[in-house]
Each structure stands twice: as structure tokens, then as C-alpha cells.
């Protein structure tokens, strides 16, 4: 059910939802330094995939927007709305007992100008 639900794939949203509005700024990654790999300090051909970006090199970054007097700007989007996976981000720690689902992974969902964060569970990938 988690699998498919990755950058660049159409959802549809399940239910109404409420989000504060967030603003999205790219940042250089910085567990690779934009190099977009990990290299392994003891042996420098041990080269892998940056977990913290997934090899992009860069990582996206959402920031709360609240108005002129500190308070959060509240962004409605209804049931049926349909968007763009921009991101998903684990919420949470785990270990061998408890694992990620569709509870614990935020989705960040593109709508033309707009974007919305919500839990898998109220999804659904759009084939
Ligand atoms: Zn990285």
C-alpha cells in the first residue's frame, strides 16, 4: 500500500482536509553536501544512494506561513482534489517491532500553486 506512493505520482484525496499553509524553499542537502551520494569514511569505494535525499543532491523544506500577526494561514482542500506527490517524509522513530505505514509517512501534495501535507491513509494513487 506505501509502495507507488512516490515523487511525480498523481493522488486523489480521500477526505476534506485543513493544513497551515506552507511555503516550499530546495536547500542543498545536507548529509551529502549536494554531492547526492554517501561514501563510506573507511573505505572510499563504498559508494551508495543519500538516504537524506535520495540522490537529488537536494531536499525540500517546508515552511509554516503564518499572517502579519503570527497567526497560522489555514488552507482547505476538499475531498477528490487531486495533486502531485511532491515529497514523502517518515514521521516518527522505529525500530524491529514497529515499522513505517500509512499512518507515519507524511505526503506533500502539489495542486497547481498550492500544496497540501496529509497521511497516506487519506489518499489514493490515481493510475
Ligand atoms: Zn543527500
Known amino acids: 500500500m506505501i509502495d507507488g506512493f512516490v515523487a511525480g505520482k498523481s493522488v486523489t484525496l480521500t477526505k476534506d ?19 547526492g551520494k554517501w561514501i563510506n569514511s573507511f573505505n572510499e569505494e563504498d559508494v551508495r544512494e543519500c538516504f537524506g535525499c535520495g540522490s537529488a543532491g537536494k531536499v525540500l523544506i517546508g515552511l509554516n506561513v503564518n499572517d502579519e500577526r503570527g497567526k497560522p ?5 476538499t475531498k477528490g ?10 514521521t516518527g522513530k522505529f525500530n524491529s517491532y514497529t515499522k513505517p505505514d500509512v499512518n507515519n509517512i507524511e ?16 489518499l489514493e494513487l490515481k493510475e
Open 73 to 77: 494561514v489555514w488552507e482547505r482542500f
Open 107 to 122: 505526503v506533500f501534495v502539489e495542486v497547481g500553486e498550492r500544496s497540501f501535507h496529509t497521511k497516506i491513509s487519506n
Open 81 to 90: 482534489t487531486v495533486g502531485t506527490i511532491k515529497k514523502t517524509l517518515v
Open 17 to 35: 482536509i485543513k493544513n497551515q499553509k506552507k511555503e516550499f524553499i530546495e536547500k542543498t542537502c545536507t548529509s551529502c553536501k549536494g554531492a
